[in-house]
């Protein structure tokens, strides 16, 4: 591309500078007593190439005229700043989770799997969602106590992989529904960010997700909100799940065998709401998975993640800079119209000179 491209307009006296050049020669004169003699001499090679020095001459005005149309050889480049969001996702993994209320590709799931599908797709984007990229994203799960399962990362293969390989509390013992330490252990995660990722999280959240009351821990939910306010942290809560009743996979005490039951279900929305208003956050109900997924979306329009990029084009000026392709280089032009000069001149009063 050419900066400056109305020198072109300059071409076109080239014809009439050309004409000036070769017309304003002064042809030395030699007598002959005939024509034939002088058409039987052969023209030597200096002789032939006394044109030379006044072509050189044009072309270098040629090249002075490109240069001064200043072609440039533009190369874009992009720096992306990004403010980011700090998320702890808190998973409840509880024995009510294995509930089959959910629905993925019409087949009945329990309400992990549902969770897993849908925050799944949140972290790492769909056709729908654009994913977390640029977010720091951590995993806590929680059942009778809270377990730190990954800390906040940009690997979210990795934070994926564990998310799925989460499992259902199977031990009686360790069953049961601890909001409080979750919420506590995620806010003491996000706090733990060191310096230099902190500069560049513009929010820290935590998304909790549970289908139960408070029934384990030593901390009470609205005191973990407390402490989560404190700390500049806003929390978003979902009720997962229907209430009343849901069907529920047990084992049969007579037949040893797997059977659906419907049993009591209860989540404390109330709790969930307090939690999420002491904190700015937002407090969400999902009954099946299409409810969830919309819940995700929602969330993600809430949280945008900052992105900014600045575009820019790197020039070389090709009339004083070297053009390289590859292993090619061709000098600048200006270098190449000085050398033409040069050329003419050093020509013209050596082998080339003309009789005056």
């Known amino acids: 591309m050419f900066y400056s491209p109305w020198f072109f307009l300059l071409l076109l006296a080239l014809p009439v500078l050309a004409w000036r050049i070769f017309s304003s020669r002064r042809n030395a004169a030699i007598r ?15 002789q032939r190439l006394m044109w030379l020095p006044k072509a050189l001459t044009l072309a270098a005005v040629v090249f002075i005229i490109l240069g001064l149309a200043r072609p440039r050889e533009g190369r874009e480049q992009t720096v992306i700043d990004t403010e980011g969001i700090a998320i702890q996702m808190v998973v409840d993994r509880s024995g009510s989770m294995r509930a089959l209320d959910f629905k993925i590709e019409d087949e009945n799931v329990d309400r992990l799997t549902a969770i897993k599908n849908v925050a ?19 995993l806590i799960t929680f059942a009778g106590f809270a377990d730190g399962v990954t800390p906040p990362t940009l690997d979210h293969s990795f934070l994926v992989s564990n998310l799925n390989q989460t499992e259902i509390v199977s031990v009686a013992k ?7 330490d979750a919420i506590a252990l995620a806010v003491e995660k996000l706090n733990a960010l060191d310096d230099r990722q902190s500069e560049k999280v513009k929010s820290k959240i935590i998304i909790l997700l549970t289908d139960g009351e408070n029934t384990a821990g030593d901390l009470d939910p609205l005191a973990a909100a407390d402490l989560a306010q404190t700390m500049g942290i806003k929390i978003y809560t ?6 009343g009743q849901a069907p529920i996979p047990v084992t049969d005490g007579f037949s040893g065998r797997q059977v659906i039951r419907w049993m009591p279900v209860n989540i404390d929305e109330e709790t969930l709401q307090k939690v999420a208003e002491i904190t700015e956050g937002k407090y969400f109900r999902a009954t099946d998975t299409d409810s969830l997924e919309n819940i995700y979306a929602e969330i993600d329009e809430l949280e945008k993640t900052k992105v900014e990029a600045d575009h820019f084009v790197d020039y070389r000026e090709l009339a004083v800079q070297p053009l390289r392709a590859g292993w090619i280089s061709m000098p600048p032009l200006l270098l190449i119209a000085f050398v033409l000069l040069l050329a003419r001149v050093v020509l013209q009063q050596t082998w080339l000179r003309e009789l005056s």
């Open 32 to 46: 002959f007593s005939a024509v034939s003699v002088a058409r039987a001499v052969t023209p030597t090679l200096r």
């Open 120 to 138: 799944g797709k949140f972290i790492s984007g769909d056709d729908d969602l654009d994913g977390r990229l640029s977010d720091l994203v951590g």
């Open 174 to 180: 360790e069953d049961g529904t601890a909001i409080g």
């Open 238 to 243: 979902i009720g997962v799940g229907t209430k």
